[in-house]
């Protein structure tokens, strides 16, 4: 194997150096979103009830962060976000509403958040655990009339 001179690698790394440098300048400032929590767990509730909870995040990229919308897994789960750009180390909001409606059990609901984040998705779960509010039996035996 060939050895090169030291003057060559040395003009080797320049360029190589000065070519990093310019795509890491040509990339410009972008925004990043970066949220407290990424799930939450509501606990127990009854059918037909109602519980909010708000995701918290912060814009920790160099660019105005923009929230496109939101898209929920279900009729059952509602999201709304901040309006308006958010700077640079500026703080905005998901506010996630579940409505257990008729169902029981527990339950995993998504809450897709776009933005113009290079990693532009970012997903939210609510948790919960729903009770009936009457347990019935399937059937009663009142025995021998």
């Known amino acids: 194997m060939k050895m090169r001179s030291p003057?060559?690698?040395?003009?080797?790394?320049?360029?190589?150096?000065?070519?990093?440098?310019?795509?890491v300048s040509l990339a410009g400032p972008t925004p990043k979103i970066k949220f407290d929590e990424s799930e939450w767990d509501f606990g127990d509730m009854y059918?037909?009830?109602e519980k909010t909870h708000v995701f918290s995040f912060t814009n920790v990229g160099d660019?105005?962060?923009?929230?496109?919308?939101?898209?929920?897994?279900?009729?059952c789960t509602a999201a709304v976000?901040?309006?308006?750009?958010?700077?640079?180390?500026?703080?905005?909001?998901?506010?996630?509403t579940?409505?257990?409606k008729t169902t029981s059990g527990?339950?995993?609901?998504?809450?897709?958040?776009?933005?113009?984040?290079?990693?532009?998705?970012?997903?939210?779960?609510?948790k919960a655990?729903?009770?009936k509010d009457i347990n019935l039996p399937n059937s009663i035996q009142f025995g021998t009339v």
């Open 7 to 23: 003057r060559a690698l040395a003009a080797v790394m320049a360029f190589a150096f000065a070519l990093a440098m310019t795509t």
């Open 47 to 49: 059918q037909q009830e």
């Open 63 to 75: 660019a105005d962060l923009i929230v496109n919308g939101t898209k929920t897994s279900c009729g």
């Open 81 to 96: 976000a901040s309006d308006g750009a958010i700077p640079p180390g500026g703080k905005g909001e998901i506010k996630v």
């Open 98 to 100: 579940y409505s257990s």
């Open 106 to 126: 527990s339950i995993s609901k998504t809450v897709t958040v776009n933005s113009n984040a290079p990693d532009s998705s970012t997903t939210l779960v609510v």
């Open 129 to 131: 655990h729903v009770k």
